[in-house]
């Protein structure tokens, strides 16, 4: 079965970096669309920054030029590179993945991981 898991995250302080990982497995497909969302408290879910099966990007304007995403060789994993980070940048992360790429629409990826927790102080 399909499965994501994500790791690396926990608390920094505001200006400091920290860098997600998560790692697809039991896609058909050897290359897939994997998307980075986050959720705050009492907010709606919203895109953060995602990687298409050809390796375009796309980014959340609130993290255009701090945050960086890119993907290992292999092409099963992918990373987050969190710099610069603010207190609003706190929220669970969460890694979607779908073979087709939708940018960051969240209702689109129908494959998500369990979350990790990132906490900016």
């Known amino acids: 079965h399909v499965q994501l898991v994500e790791s690396g995250g926990g608390s920094v302080q505001a200006g400091g970096s920290l860098r997600l990982s998560c790692v697809a497995s039991?896609?058909?497909?050897?290359?897939?669309?994997m998307v980075w969302f986050r959720q705050a408290p009492g907010k709606e879910r919203e895109g953060v920054a995602g990687?298409?099966?050809?390796?375009?990007?796309d980014y959340a304007d609130s993290v255009k030029g701090r945050f960086t995403i890119s993907r290992d060789n292999v092409g099963n994993s992918v990373y987050l590179q969190m710099n610069n980070v603010k207190p609003e940048d706190t929220a669970m992360y969460f890694c979607?993945?779908?073979?087709?790429?939708?940018?960051?629409?969240?209702?689109?990826?129908?494959?998500w991981g369990q979350g990790t927790q990132v906490t900016v102080s």
């Open positions: 990687i298409s099966p050809v390796d375009m990007v």
């Open positions: 039991g896609f058909p497909q050897n290359r897939v669309a």
């Open positions: 979607a993945a779908d073979p087709r790429w939708w940018q960051l629409k969240a209702n689109r990826y129908h494959v």
